[in-house]
């Protein structure tokens, strides 16, 4: 599976952006699929998953501004974020594993395949 990440751009405070992360490769509806971020300077940090059974799960921080959706006939993870914050700056990544019906995983490392990341900067 390769993965493409993009959709980032710079927003004030309060503004919406939608990320969208494309996949290559058969099968793709068995996949779990994560979007994680790195702000400079810190570690990568997990936003929200969604696995094959559609579960999901959100970090605190982003609960209720953020969405994760999944279209598999388009082999496309979308991740809308609204009211965003000068907090949420960082390069969003996506990442995919094969299904193993485990429950979400919230790990980096338990992550196969990775996008190139995408830049989200939020002024304030």
């Known amino acids: 599976v390769q993965l493409q990440a993009s959709g980032g751009g710079l927003v004030q405070a309060e503004g919406s952006l939608r990320l969208t992360c494309a996949a290559s490769g058969r099968t793709f509806s068995n996949y779990d699929v994560g979007w994680f971020r790195q702000a400079p300077g810190k570690e990568r940090e997990f936003v929200v998953a969604i696995d094959a059974s559609v579960g999901i799960e959100y970090e605190d921080s982003v609960k209720g501004r953020f969405t994760i959706s999944r279209d598999n006939a388009k082999k496309t993870v979308y991740l809308e974020m609204t009211s965003l914050k000068p907090e949420d700056t960082a390069v969003y990544y996506c990442?995919?594993?094969?299904?193993?019906?485990?429950?979400?995983?919230?790990?980096?490392?338990?992550?196969?395949?990775w996008g190139q990341g995408t830049e989200v900067t939020v002024s304030s």
């Open positions: 990442a995919a594993v094969w299904s193993i019906d485990y429950g979400i995983r919230r790990r980096a490392a338990e992550y196969e395949y």
